[in-house]
């Protein structure tokens, strides 16, 4: 079965292609010759994993999956949440991103966060969304030099490595987007 992955971040398709049964075949972006950026203009995760889904499905004919996560901070009152790719401004800067977080959460009380995935499928004119969540606590700076985004600053629950230091196989089994794709391979099943 070949099924469109409506990304074109390499970090995510590495992540899912390490999930996917080989009877899966995961097909890119880049792949069915889309290199525009997706329209993502919802005010909620799940509205975004849609729009991507649905905006595929539309203009390339493809049924495909679509995935959307944000980071939600107990003390920022779940920010940056939808927005966490631009958090500290348009140029969707990682590094970027963290710092701004970081000073965000200076004394606070609680750094308690959790990373969210909705991953939106298109399959037989059927639209159907799968979540994940991985519970952890932000750092009080960077470590790691694996994964991507938020992760040298995310400690998942129990854990004493961030993202960035746990190697992908781990994260995956705990992680938010390995729980989305693992319910996802159960529905395609
Ligand atoms: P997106 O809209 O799903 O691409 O992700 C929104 C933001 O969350 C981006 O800044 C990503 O870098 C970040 N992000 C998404 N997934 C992860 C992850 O697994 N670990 C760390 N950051 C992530």
Redesign the pocket.
């Known amino acids: 079965m070949k099924l469109v992955f409506a990304?074109n971040?390499k970090?995510?398709l590495k992540?899912v292609q390490a999930l996917v049964p080989s009877t899966i075949q995961i097909i890119s972006l880049s792949d069915i010759g889309c290199n525009e950026d997706i329209p993502?203009t919802s005010p909620t995760?799940e509205g975004?994993?849609k729009q991507k889904a649905l905006y595929i499905k539309e203009h390339y004919g493809y049924d495909c999956f679509a995935?959307?996560?944000?980071?939600e901070v107990e003390a920022l009152d779940g920010a940056?949440g939808?927005?966490?790719?631009?958090?500290a401004g348009e140029d969707?800067d990682?590094h970027a991103?963290m710092d701004k977080l970081l000073k965000e959460l200076e004394g606070k009380p609680s750094r308690k966060a959790q990373?969210k995935?909705v991953i939106a499928l298109t399959t037989h004119g059927e639209l159907k969304s799968f979540t994940g969540i991985c519970k952890g606590t932000i750092t009080e700076s960077k470590k790691g030099e694996k994964?991507?985004?938020?992760?040298p600053v995310?400690l998942p629950d129990g854990y004493s490595q961030t993202?960035?230091e746990l190697l992908l196989s781990e994260?995956n089994k705990i992680?938010?987007?390995g729980q989305a794709v693992q319910q996802l391979i159960e529905h395609l099943s």
């Open positions: 990304t971040n970090n995510k992540e993502e995760i975004n994993a995935d959307d996560t944000g980071l940056p939808v927005y966490s790719a631009r958090y969707k990682a991103n990373f995935t994964g991507f985004g938020y992760d995310f993202f960035a994260k992680g938010h987007r």
